[in-house]
């Protein structure tokens, strides 16, 4: 399978707690994101990289969130001191840019965070 | 604010008929828009997209319709399948984000046999 992997597929943790996860975007692709989708809403943008640069954070993303993508492949999302509103699917997606105009994003299955 | 908005939060539609779904937009800088699925508990799959300088663009049952005067878009299936009961969202991105996609909070179509 050569698509977008995330790692775990599922997480509960209690409040407080560290937690991260993992995602494997597709090989070639340069560009990965981060989102963040809770129940009834679309999912909401926490921050891209092109190739290993982090270039954009949504206000969302608070200083107990951090993105890396150390070498331009896989990339963790860790968050620090878990609260309930954390609860949410977190997605990864990523994307070929080629620069010459927009290109769609692929999703993994995401990573369902719960915090109890 | 929500930049991209998808008014109906669900659809009903006897199979084989058409599904229409519609999104709404109100940045006018955006100029790439996407039409994804997703079932429960996955994430969303690409389905079809258009640029701006387009008003149309069909993949096989699926056709999207781009406004840009009403900034408008919609979705076409026909026909339509039960399999393709899922939550359809609109996503939006220009190139000044980024690419950033911005995200309606989709529409549940459910296709009765």
């Known amino acids: 399978d050569t698509g977008v992997s995330q790692d775990p597929r599922h997480k509960i943790t209690k409040r407080g707690q560290n937690v991260t996860f993992r995602c494997d975007p597709i090989s070639e692709h340069n560009r990965l994101y981060w989102y963040r989708q809770t129940l009834g809403q679309g999912p909401e943008f926490l921050t891209y990289f092109q190739n290993e640069a982090q270039l954009e954070k949504s206000r969302l993303l608070s200083d107990r969130f951090s993105a890396e993508r150390p070498k331009g492949s896989f990339s963790t999302l860790e968050i620090q001191r878990t609260e309930q509103g954390d609860s949410a699917m977190y997605l990864c997606?990523?994307?070929?840019?080629?620069?010459?105009?927009?290109?769609?994003?692929?999703f993994g299955q995401g990573t369902r965070l719960t915090v109890v | 604010d929500q930049q991209v908005k998808q008014n109906s939060p669900s659809l009903s539609v006897q199979e084989g008929r058409i599904s229409i779904l519609n999104c709404d937009y109100t940045?006018?800088?955006?100029?790439?828009f996407l039409w994804y699925k997703k079932y429960p508990a996955e994430g969303p799959t690409f389905l079809i997209s258009i640029s701006s300088i387009k008003d149309k663009n069909e993949d096989g049952r699926f056709t999207v319709f781009l406004n840009k005067s009403a900034k408008h878009l919609s979705l076409h299936i026909v026909p339509s399948q039960p399999g393709d009961s899922a939550v359809y969202f609109c996503?939006?991105?220009?190139?000044?984000?980024?690419?950033?996609?911005?995200f309606g909070t989709g529409t549940s179509l459910t296709v009765i046999p």
């Open positions: 996503a939006a991105s220009a190139r000044y984000t980024g690419n950033q996609f911005y």
């Open positions: 997606a990523s994307s070929l840019e080629r620069g010459r105009g927009n290109t769609e994003a692929f």
């Open positions: 940045n006018s800088m955006f100029d790439y």
